[in-house]
């Protein structure tokens, strides 16, 4: 995790969010290519969820709901955690984690000596148990309190009870109390999807492990909703659905590169699930720190419509007209993270290898993820022509791609840069390409495949159909083998 972090800091992907002024707790801010990553994670999941399916529409609603919102849907209520506190040094822990903490202990057996026990064990000296704070060894503990997970804020001027609302804990309400104005506006037929990407916002009071938990983050949601009284292959809908989304959203993250090895379904057991869920399997990636959740996958049946028809008086049913009669439909919901994603594609796509002797880092992002797509490298900075070229280039492949220039080292140090923030592809211009001496250029460039660092000339003119070819998929040995192999450079 350390090399992770510290690439991204490098390179500009993930900082640490205020970090001049000692950091915020667990807020992390995307630089200019993590910026890149996340927008082509949530691009392509919004592109493969909604735009090509026909079942699927989406909307973007707002951070503050109304506070019955949250009344309704129960996390006023029960999205909290059992929380003690120190009297002493005042710091607040989760009641069921203080047990698994190392704790400090100054031992009475050894003239007050401090020591740190391991988690769960008595004193080796006086066999004393953990009674006062872990973490300063001094105070007393306070009972446990219930905390809610929700960031509280006010709306409009005053600071009073009456104003008090919540920044969204989750992006799925916002798709069940719209139900009713998207179903009419767009003249629905069940089953069909209300997708939703945006921020959502819990006061975790132990996040960590770098952007996998963090108290402000990105979500990409779908609440899929299936009429309970049909059947599929003489199944219940919505199991049949439940099932399906399992296998589409684990295909999705094998498509961009996420190896099968390092995924894995877990379902959820029976005393783990929600009281409404009628069942959930999460998708468990390897992450760093060892089989963590990546997204989940929840049939949460019909219990948020009809809560929020209860808590609203209003009526969000489905009229089947097959059976002339209402409905309430079920819902399946995929949900998932982007920044746990991000990290998921980060972490497998990372790579040392050895190339002639010398460590290489690449990062094997799947092209439509890389944040540059390609980067335009002179050969020579101090030949104008080479540079005029390359600008040329740039400015070309831009108008359909993220590319890069870059002339502040040796190409070989060019190269490892690129392979470092995952570039698929490079262009190199040379002497060749621009003419030497009196004599005419061949109007060739060089261009490097990342993953194999083989390297082919290709006209200038066919730049663009070429990367529309590779970056849409097409295999670079295909491509290889239409044009001629360029003497490499890489060693240099
Ligand atoms: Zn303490
Ligand atoms: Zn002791």
Same mark, same amino acid.
């Given at each position: 995790?350390?090399?992770?972090?510290?690439?991204?800091?490098?390179?500009?992907?993930?900082?640490?969010?205020? +970090?001049?002024?000692?950091?915020?707790?667990?807020?992390?801010?995307?630089?200019?290519?993590?910026?890149?990553?996340?927008?082509?994670?949530?691009?392509?999941?919004?592109?493969?969820?909604?735009?090509?399916?026909?079942?699927?529409?989406?909307?973007?609603?707002?951070?503050?709901?109304?506070?019955?919102?949250?009344?309704?849907?129960?996390?006023?209520?029960?999205?909290?955690?059992?929380?003690?506190?120190?009297?002493?040094?005042?710091?607040?822990?989760?009641?069921?984690?203080?047990?698994?903490?190392?704790?400090?202990?100054?031992?009475?057996?050894?003239?007050?000596?401090?020591?740190?026990?391991?988690?769960?064990?008595?004193?080796?000296?006086?066999?004393?148990?953990?009674?006062?704070?872990? #973490?300063?060894?001094?105070?007393?503990?306070?009972?446990?309190?219930?905390?809610?997970?929700?960031?509280?804020?006010?709306?409009?001027?005053?600071?009073?009870?009456?104003?008090?609302?919540?920044?969204?804990?989750?992006?799925?309400?916002?798709?069940?109390?719209?139900?009713?104005?998207?179903? #009419?506006?767009?003249?629905?037929?069940?089953?069909?999807?209300?997708?939703?990407?945006?921020?959502?916002?819990?006061? +975790?009071?132990?996040?960590?492990?770098?952007?996998?938990?963090?108290?402000?983050?990105?979500?990409?949601?779908?609440?899929?909703?299936?009429?309970?009284?049909?059947?599929?292959?003489?199944?219940?809908?919505?199991?049949?659905?439940?099932?399906?989304?399992?296998?589409?959203?684990?295909?999705?993250?094998?498509?961009?590169?996420?190896?099968?090895?390092?995924?894995?379904?877990?379902?959820? +057991?029976?005393?783990?699930?929600?009281?409404?869920?009628?069942?959930?399997?999460?998708?468990?990636?390897?992450?760093?720190?060892?089989?963590?959740?990546?997204?989940?996958?929840?049939?949460?049946?019909?219990?948020?419509?009809?809560?929020?028809?209860?808590?609203?008086?209003?009526?969000?049913?489905?009229?089947?007209?097959?059976?002339?009669?209402?409905?309430?439909?079920?819902?399946?919901?995929?949900?998932?993270?982007?920044?746990?994603?991000?990290?998921?594609?980060?972490?497998?796509?990372?790579?040392?290898?050895?190339?002639?002797?010398?460590?290489?880092?690449?990062?094997?992002?799947?092209?439509?993820?890389?944040?540059?797509?390609?980067?335009?490298?002179?050969?020579?900075?101090?030949?104008?022509?080479?540079?005029?070229?390359?600008?040329?280039?740039?400015?070309?492949?831009?108008?359909?791609?993220?590319?890069?220039?870059?002339?502040?080292?040796?190409?070989?140090?060019?190269?490892?840069?690129?392979?470092?923030?995952?570039?698929?592809?490079?262009?190199?211009?040379?002497? #060749?390409?621009?003419?030497?001496?009196?004599? #005419?250029?061949?109007?060739?460039?060089?261009?490097?495949?990342?993953?194999?660092?083989?390297?082919?000339?290709?006209?200038?003119?066919?730049?663009?159909?070429?990367?529309?070819?590779?970056?849409?998929?097409?295999?670079?040995?295909?491509?290889?083998?239409?044009?001629?192999?360029?003497?490499?450079?890489?060693?240099?």
């Amino acid at each position: 995790m350390d090399v992770l972090v510290s690439l991204c800091k490098r390179r500009g992907f993930v900082f640490q969010s205020s +970090e001049i002024y000692g950091g915020t707790g667990s807020c992390w801010d995307y630089g200019p290519l993590g910026v890149e990553l996340k927008n082509n994670i949530k691009r392509l999941w919004w592109r493969d969820f909604v735009q090509r399916r026909p079942d699927v529409v989406g909307i973007d609603a707002s951070i503050l709901m109304h506070p019955n919102v949250w009344r309704a849907s129960g996390h006023v209520e029960n999205f909290t955690d059992p929380m003690v506190d120190c009297r002493e040094c005042k710091h607040r822990f989760r009641a069921d984690h203080v047990d698994a903490m190392p704790w400090v202990h100054y031992c009475a057996a050894t003239k007050g000596n401090k020591f740190t026990v391991k988690p769960g064990e008595p004193c080796g000296h006086c066999g004393e148990r953990r009674s006062l704070c872990p #973490q300063c060894g001094k105070g007393t503990l306070t009972a446990p309190r219930q905390f809610n997970l929700m960031f509280k804020t006010f709306m409009g001027p005053v600071e009073e009870d009456a104003a008090v609302t919540y920044l969204r804990p989750e992006t799925a309400q916002a798709m069940f109390v719209n139900f009713d104005n998207v179903l #009419q506006s767009m003249r629905l037929k069940l089953p069909f999807g209300i997708a939703q990407q945006g921020r959502s916002f819990r006061n +975790e009071i132990t996040p960590g492990n770098f952007i996998f938990r963090t108290r402000e983050f990105e979500q990409m949601e779908l609440e899929y909703f299936v009429n309970p009284r049909d059947t599929v292959d003489g199944r219940p809908a919505d199991e049949h659905w439940h099932d399906r989304w399992i296998e589409d959203c684990l295909a999705w993250y094998k498509r961009y590169g996420l190896r099968a090895e390092n995924l894995q379904l877990r379902e959820h +057991e029976k005393d783990e699930l929600a009281h409404y869920a009628k069942r959930t399997v999460d998708i468990e990636y390897r992450f760093p720190i060892g089989w963590s959740e990546l997204m989940g996958i929840a049939n949460r049946t019909d219990y948020d419509l009809k809560q929020h028809a209860k808590v609203s008086g209003k009526s969000l049913t489905y009229f089947d007209e097959e059976r002339k009669d209402h409905v309430v439909p079920f819902v399946v919901e995929p949900a998932a993270g982007v920044d746990r994603s991000l990290l998921a594609f980060l972490s497998d796509a990372y790579q040392e290898e050895e190339v002639r002797g010398e460590k290489r880092v690449v990062l094997r992002l799947h092209p439509e993820l890389a944040p540059v797509k390609v980067a335009i490298l002179p050969l020579l900075k101090k030949r104008d022509e080479i540079v005029r070229a390359c600008h040329a280039i740039r400015d070309e492949l831009a108008r359909s791609w993220s590319v890069a220039y870059d002339d502040t080292a040796a190409i070989g140090r060019l190269y490892r840069r690129q392979d470092e923030v995952g570039t698929p592809y490079c262009v190199t211009v040379d002497v #060749q390409t621009v003419g030497d001496a009196g004599e #005419q250029g061949d109007d060739r460039v060089t261009i490097r495949d990342r993953d194999s660092m083989e390297q082919v000339r290709v006209p200038r003119a066919e730049l663009v159909p070429v990367f529309r070819e590779l970056l849409e998929g097409g295999a670079w040995k295909d491509v290889a083998a239409r044009f001629t192999p360029a003497a490499a450079k890489d060693s240099a």
